[in-house]
């Protein structure tokens, strides 16, 4: 998995980089949360390793840049700080956060928190292609809705998306379609 890193402690990030490559992850570090957002904004990471104490911008603020912005894919953040207890934990998941480690990090409880990540963003990541599988009939084009109605695929993009349409004709089907019928109408005796 890619993983972002934003830690800025440097001894810190190397140890929690080295680590997660050990793992087999693909890991980018970074020294605060202005670096993480640019680089997650940049190349979006399927999760995100964020101390809560940094300078510029905390975990917390990125968390909720993060959501604020969460695109197509599902990105799962888990905040490593020394604050402990039930109060910064709730902080932490009202700002975005999906997990909560309190530092030092205990290597055999964080490996397990990511095979959890790992399965809810491949989880997510099946969701989201079914989302984008649409029944579609063969024959007319109609579209099966959430509701087992079949309407046309303007009907339903209208629906779902709020999408505007302007109705033209493709340059096939006017070679394919309008110009036959155009010839046979020049053809008919009047």
């Known amino acids: 998995m890619r993983i972002l890193v934003a830690e800025d402690d440097p001894v810190s990030q190397e140890v929690m ?10 890991v980018v570090a970074t020294g605060n949360g202005v670096d993480a957002l640019a680089a997650h904004q940049q190349n979006p990471f399927q999760i995100v390793l964020t101390d809560w104490m940094m300078p510029i911008m905390e975990g917390t603020e990125l968390c909720r840049h993060i959501r604020e912005a969460q695109g197509v894919s599902y990105t799962y953040i888990i905040v490593l700080t020394s604050k402990c207890g039930r109060a910064n934990l709730l902080t932490a998941m009202e700002a975005g956060a999906d997990d909560f480690v309190v530092k030092p990090f205990d290597p055999l409880v964080l490996a397990a928190r990511l095979r959890v990540a790992e399965r809810i963003v491949a989880l997510q990541s099946r969701v ?11 024959y007319c084009k109609h579209i099966r ?33 309008i110009q036959p019928e155009l010839k046979r109408m020049r053809e008919r005796p009047s």
């Open 145 to 177: 809705n959430e509701q087992g109605e079949w309407v046309t695929i303007e009907d339903h993009l209208v629906a779902r998306l709020g999408t505007s349409f302007s109705h033209g004709v493709c340059p096939i089907c006017y070679r394919e379609q």
């Open 17 to 26: 980089a080295c680590f997660l490559k050990d793992l087999g992850h693909e």
């Open 128 to 138: 989201r292609q079914m989302e984008l599988l649409l029944p579609v009939c063969s």
